[in-house]
Antibody, heavy 122, light 107 residues
Framework: QVQLQESGPGLVKPSQTLSLTCTVS??????????WTWIRQHPGKGLEWIGY???????FYNPSLKSRVTISVDTSKNQFSLRLNSLTAADTAVYYC??????????????WGQGTLVTVSS | DIQMTQSPSSLSASVGDRVTITCRAS??????LNWYQQRPGRAPNLLIY???SLQSGVPSRFSGSGSGTDFTLTISNLQPEDFATYYC?????????FGGGTKVEIK
């Protein structure tokens, strides 16, 4: 059974950089059939796709966040990570990591982490 | 980006009811449409992929249909555990987008 688990600070100050890691267990991140994705959900709101990374390091980001986002992968640890800089209160959200099946289209998110609440506040 | 519009934004229903949720895309997305259920405090859970394919382990009372720009999620014989928020999501574009959600509440 594949499991994803987010980790990182729950409180970050404005203007600082958020760093979150997603640890994948029960399957290899190097499988080649998946996009490893970050999605966030503002309190009481809908879902916003942030971006993904492929096992070989290829990335694609939401244009609205692209200037502030970096997603990286560490295949040796079976982890991928999110960095979001220049934080404001508008970045307060629950952050999810998820696996997108990409072997055959249409693609879909079949496994999600439990989510981690990040609050941006001084 | 492709805009996804769900309706209604909320509805009230009773156990045993048949419920239909609609999702409309701002452009044709073929069958690149997925549905998720999210219970309070939990991560979303995949119900339907490719517009009408039932994800493994999901009860058969959930079904999806549609193609192009208009899609529906139907829950027949609504059960207590089905009271949740439902989201559609398009995977036609590399930039994935979600609908605003439909909250199904107990009448």
């Amino acid at each position: 059974q594949v499991q994803l688990q987010e980790s990182g600070p729950g409180l970050v100050k404005p203007s600082q950089t958020l760093s979150l890691t997603c640890t994948v267990s029960g399957g290899s991140i190097s499988g080649g059939a998946y996009y490893w994705t970050w999605i966030r959900q503002h309190p009481g709101k809908g879902l916003e796709w942030i971006g993904y990374i492929y096992y070989n390091g290829r990335t694609f980001y939401n244009p609205s966040l692209k200037s502030r986002v970096t997603i990286s992968v560490d295949t040796s640890k079976n982890q991928f990570s999110l960095r979001l800089n220049s934080l404001t209160a508008a970045d307060t959200a629950v952050y999810y990591c998820a696996r997108e099946v990409s072997l055959t289209s249409p693609y879909y998110f079949d496994y999600w982490g439990q989510g981690t609440l990040v609050t941006v506040s001084s | 980006d492709i805009q996804m519009t769900q309706s209604p934004s909320s509805l009230s229903a009773s156990v045993g009811d048949r419920v239909t949720i609609t999702c409309r895309a701002s452009q044709s997305i073929s069958n690149y449409l997925n549905w998720y259920q999210q219970r309070p405090g939990r991560a979303p859970n995949l119900l339907i992929y490719a517009a009408s394919s039932l994800q493994s382990g999901v009860p058969s009372r959930f079904s999806g249909s549609g193609s192009g720009t208009d899609f529906t999620l139907t829950i027949s014989n609504l059960q207590p555990e089905d009271f949740a928020t439902y989201y559609c999501q398009q995977s036609y574009s590399s930039e994935k987008t979600f609908g605003g959600g439909t909250k199904v509440e107990i009448k």
